[in-house]
């Protein structure tokens, strides 16, 4: 079993409606929970990371973490055209972890 | 935050060559790490490059096939040995600058085995 596993899509939505990204984990000894977003032919770049459980919101995101379920999810509202990339959730303990990342495209 | 250098963006090499990946921060940090990046599927980390020291490699990655250097704390190459093409991938170099919470990369090394 992967340490992170997060469904590689891919996953195309119509232009505003909300994504759900989920990602879920083995090791309950991960505290720092991030979300990455990569364009094609960049390296990823943080989006939001949360300390142990619980909601984080940046504008059209969010961030949620239940350790108890050892599961974590980003949520993009009104999605746009411009989410279109992978996202890669990770988490750490000391060392870093990556899903595989998610494939998304918001169809206009 | 920080911003990274990484170069060359993509090459194409022969089988048997070797390539050299470089990566230039713009802040000094402590830790500076290397990952590759295979379709589909999760980053790895190949090693962590201390600076003063040889690199710390993960299970999987030994220091024959991937040399690393860290001459300064702003500074990391990556060199990949004796390519074959189960080496293409995407190659990132990463830094954290605060506690392990936040991780920035380079904008990749497609690198492709030909």
């Known amino acids: 079993q992967k340490e992170v596993e997060q469904d590689p899509g891919p996953l195309s939505v119509p232009e505003g409606a909300i994504v759900s990204l989920n990602c879920t984990y083995s090791n309950s000894a991960f505290q720092y929970f991030m979300w990455y977003r990569q364009y094609s032919r960049k390296g990823p770049e943080l989006l939001m990371y949360?300390?142990?459980?619980g909601n984080k919101e940046d504008g059209r995101f969010t961030a949620q973490v239940d350790k108890s379920s050892k599961y974590i999810s980003l949520f993009i509202r009104d999605s746009q055209p411009s989410d279109s990339a992978t996202y890669l959730c990770?988490?750490?303990?000391?060392?870093?972890?990556f899903g595989a990342g998610t494939r998304l495209t918001v169809k206009p | 935050s920080a911003v990274i250098s990484q170069k060359p963006s993509r090459d194409i090499c022969q089988r048997g060559t070797s390539l050299t990946i470089q990566c230039q921060v713009d802040s000094q940090v402590t830790m500076m790490f290397w990952y590759r990046q295979q379709p589909g599927q999760s980053l790895t980390l190949i090693a962590t490059?201390?600076?003063?020291?040889?690199?710390?490699?993960e299970s999987g990655f030994v220091i024959d096939k991937f040399p690393i250097s860290r001459p300064n704390l702003t500074f990391s190459t990556l060199t990949v040995s004796n390519m074959s093409p189960e080496d293409s991938s995407i190659y990132l170099c990463?830094?954290?600058?605060?506690?392990?919470?936040?991780?920035?990369f380079g904008q990749g090394t497609r690198l492709t085995v030909v």
């Open positions: 949360t300390y142990s459980s």
């Open positions: 990770a988490m750490s303990a000391g060392g870093m972890r």
């Open positions: 990463s830094v954290v600058i605060q506690g392990d919470t936040e991780a920035f």
């Open positions: 490059a201390n600076q003063g020291s040889e690199a710390t490699y």
